[in-house]
């Protein structure tokens, strides 16, 4: 069976911080990556996705993720966070060609103004 | 296009009671799946529904069941209740199809309270 493992619970930042949180999973074969962001009051929404091709996939709202899959690492950054982007971020993985989502236990971040 | 709808919002039990609660999937979308999420945890994968179908289960007992119905929308029942099952229960729906993959798309989800 796979799973996710998120290194930070609880991140801090000031506005205009670089953002980098780390997400690794262990799975034997190809598998498809996710991030999804629970911003406060509202429902987990797709921030973006790994299928295949570039490595390197970017999202909404300037997020960007880079697969490597050497290290089973699908790092989430982003150059600039803002105080809007205090939420809860996941990391998902499935098997390639099926839908259950396994996630990792999620990062909570806090944006300073 | 409408998104995932789920009811109730809340719901509260006493333990040893039945609960089923209920998913409209996104218009388009075949496939059904649920997720268990307790406080301060990620989601945990239930089970899954393609076409009224089970199509996978989670690490779940039997007394979690579902249903999806010919217009793809869905119940989960949990007899049986335990103080444990109190958690946010997500619905989430995507395309299908086999060996395909697609991005799921979760609805604002129960919170059910067990007493």
């Known amino acids: 069976a796979q799973s996710v493992s998120q290194h930070n619970h609880h991140v801090i930042l000031s506005e205009a911080a670089s953002l980098e949180l780390g997400c690794n999973y262990s799975?034997?074969?190809?598998?498809?990556l996710f991030w999804y962001v629970q911003y406060p009051g509202q429902h987990l929404q797709l921030l973006l996705k790994?299928?295949?091709?570039?490595?390197l996939v970017k999202g909404i709202k300037g997020f960007e993720a880079e697969f490597i899959k050497s290290k089973f690492s699908f790092n989430l950054r982003k150059p600039s966070v803002q105080w809007s982007d205090t939420a809860e971020y996941f990391c998902?993985?499935?098997?390639?060609?099926?839908?259950?989502?396994?996630f990792g236990s999620g990062t909570r971040l806090q944006v300073q103004p | 296009e409408t998104g995932v709808t789920q009811s109730p919002t809340h719901l509260i039990k006493t333990r040893g009671q039945q609960v089923t609660l209920r998913c409209s999937s996104q218009?388009?979308?075949?496939?059904v799946s649920w997720y268990q999420q307790a406080l301060g945890q990620g989601p945990q994968f239930i089970f899954q529904?393609?076409?009224?179908?089970?199509?996978g289960r989670g690490n779940f007992p039997p007394r979690f069941s579902g249903l999806q119905f010919p217009n793809y929308s869905s119940e989960l029942n949990v007899n049986a209740l335990e103080l444990d099952d109190s958690a946010l229960y997500l619905c989430?729906?995507?395309?299908?199809?086999?060996?395909?993959?697609?991005?799921?798309?979760f609805g604002p989800g129960t919170r059910l309270t067990v007493t």
């Open positions: 989430a729906s995507s395309l299908g199809g086999t060996g395909v993959s697609y991005e799921q798309y």
């Open positions: 799975y034997g074969g190809t598998v498809n």
């Open positions: 790994y299928f295949s091709g570039d490595p």
């Open positions: 998902a993985v499935s098997p390639t060609g099926r839908r259950a989502l396994t």
């Open positions: 218009s388009g979308h075949n496939t």
């Open positions: 529904y393609y076409r009224e179908e089970e199509n």
